[in-house]
């Protein structure tokens, strides 16, 4: 089964909306260097709009980092899925694992997230993955269960496929330390066992993207691993020209 490759560049807290535009405006100018792969850029709420307009017509995705499960209501600091859809999102991030230990989004809230971006039209893209003590102590693949189950038991079946899964070893993110290929496979393996319990043949059509630590030198040996389609990338997300250079690497 063939996928067609996704490389996702999540900003986090950083760019102001004029570095966002800048960003934008290098990456549309050198898209071909992407042909044949998907790409989305996450950036914060603030510069939503302004990627979005710069990359109108593109094809580049532009994803929201989280969102509420509600459509409107006393949250203060939140932004509902319809709001990213009317800022110019196609997609969203949920259950990072910033997210999950910073803001406490937990498997249970995750179960009323991932339904919600979907009856939104946005992409959802659920990330998982264990700590280095989960890792450690041999629970790896009983924590992404129970992340891919939990995340998406809120999803009717006919939907499944509509979801994105981006498996982020957690010890692996901003450290400069990638899961060896093998490290990955043997967890995507596991992820698409899961999905193919929840969703069937649909499961060999969903994309599965590896992040932690891509870097355009490293992309290469990941992309090209049978379970891998695509990346969700950080730091080297920040310059345009280093995450097309990922992207390349990617290409089938
Ligand atoms: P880094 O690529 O900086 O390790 O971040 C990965 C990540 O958390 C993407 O969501």
Redesign the pocket.
């Known amino acids: 089964m063939s996928r067609r490759p996704l490389v996702a560049g999540?900003w986090?807290m950083f760019k102001t909306r004029a570095e966002a535009r800048a960003f934008a405006e290098t990456l549309a100018e050198n898209l071909a260097q992407a042909d044949g792969v998907d790409l989305a850029i996450c950036p914060p709420f603030t510069s939503i709009d302004v990627v979005a307009t710069v990359l109108q017509g593109t094809g580049v995705g532009v994803f929201g980092q989280t969102g509420h499960e509600n459509e409107n209501g006393a949250h203060t600091g939140e932004v509902s899925m319809g709001m990213l859809v009317d800022a110019g999102a196609s997609g969203v991030?949920l259950g990072?694992?910033?997210r999950r230990a910073d803001c406490a989004e937990t498997d249970q809230a995750l179960a009323r997230k991932v339904p919600a971006a979907l009856v939104a039209g946005l992409t959802p893209v659920l990330?998982v993955g264990e700590s280095e003590f989960e890792r450690d102590s041999g629970s790896t693949k009983a924590i992404l269960d129970v992340q891919v189950r939990e995340g998406l038991s809120g999803v009717p079946k006919d939907r499944l496929g509509d979801v994105v899964v981006?498996y982020?070893p957690i010890w692996?993110?901003?450290?400069g330390k990638s899961a060896r290929p093998e490290i990955a496979q043997e967890a995507h393996a596991w992820i698409r066992e899961e999905l193919r319990s929840l969703a069937g043949d649909t499961a060999d059509s969903m994309r599965i993207l590896y992040?932690?630590?891509?870097k355009p030198e490293t992309a290469a040996e990941l992309m090209a691993l049978p379970d891998v389609d695509g990346a969700?990338?950080?730091?080297?997300?920040l310059d345009a020209l280093s995450l097309l250079a990922i992207a390349a690497a990617a290409r089938p």
């Open positions: 999540n986090k991030l990072h694992s910033e990330c981006a982020e692996a993110i901003g450290t992040g932690g630590s891509v969700l990338v950080g730091g080297a997300a």
